[in-house]
């Protein structure tokens, strides 16, 4: 048992575990990772199986997740090296019914392109219950946009910002918030410790994008991490020419790692909340 980040050889699992730190079960064996939350057994990414190294063993890989989660409804896990791209050794856990999800992370190493708060615009953190009301709606909204199912997707968004939440009184994440008056328009989370910070579910309400507000999110997550700890490395996950990834690269990051995910979801539907940043 232990929090399995300095053992983790990337940067996208080492957030990866930063993010569910407080809140999961960590168990690292000497050919994986194991990371489980008890209190959120539906959400996928919280409790899932990191394969050290980038040895692809379909059934073997399968059967190993099965036997460390067995209460799990859905299948996903990972590998943790830096350099995988899906190729032959991936095919049969598509004939297993397997999605396979190629991520990009990107991580700055390299002085931060600042960006200025929009006129009418104000950046602070989320700290009142109406502020947190209005951030769990722009989440439901934006997925509904995208295509999920609004009381599913709803039930879900509430019990991760339970979790959330904790860790954010604890210190070990922060939530910002950019508002036009009184309205949310924009959010981002952002956890971080000494080597390694992540940003977590850039959205942004319609009527207020393209407006430089999420790069301007950017600068102020960045801020706030730096000054938890100056040497700590941000960090997102994401597809490099999709939205966020283009936002984050006009902010000076860069392409770090590419990791690959196989998941199964329940009962063969493919319905898995995306993880944005």
């Known amino acids: 048992m232990g929090n399995g980040q300095d053992l983790a050889q990337t940067l996208g699992v080492r957030s990866d575990l930063l993010v569910e730190r407080s809140v999961s079960e960590v168990v690292v064996h000497p050919d994986r990772i194991v990371l489980r939350i008890p209190d959120e057994p539906h959400y996928w990414a919280g409790n899932m199986v990191f394969f050290r ?82 951030v769990i709606a722009l989440q439901i909204d934006t997925a509904v946009e995208q295509g999920y199912d609004r009381d599913s997707f709803g039930i879900y968004v509430s019990k991760r910002f339970e979790s959330r939440r904790r860790q954010i009184k604890a210190g070990l994440a922060n939530w910002f918030g950019a508002f036009d008056g009184d309205l949310l328009v924009a959010d981002l989370g952002i956890y971080a410790d000494a080597a390694v910070s992540r940003f977590q579910e850039v959205e942004t309400r319609p009527s207020h994008r393209k407006h430089g507000i999420c790069a301007a999110l950017v600068t102020v997550g960045v801020d706030w991490a730096k000054a938890q700890a100056p040497e700590t490395i941000p960090v997102l996950q994401a597809h490099s020419d999709g939205p966020a990834g283009r936002i984050y690269r006009r902010c000076g990051f860069e392409h770090r790692e590419t990791l690959v995910l196989a998941i199964l979801p329940p009962q063969g539907t493919f319905e898995r909340p995306a993880d944005t940043a």
Do not use: C
């Open 53 to 134: 190294g980038d040895k692809v063993d379909p059934e073997q890989q399968i059967a190993q997740f099965r036997k460390d989660l067995p209460e799990a409804a859905h299948t996903m896990f990972g590998w943790d090296t830096p350099d995988m791209k899906i190729g032959p050794e991936h095919a049969p856990f598509s004939r297993f019914g397997y999605e396979l999800e190629q991520i990009d992370v990107l991580s700055l190493a390299q002085p931060l392109n600042r960006a200025p708060t929009p006129d009418g615009i104000n950046i602070r953190p989320i700290e009142t219950e109406e502020d947190w009301k209005q």
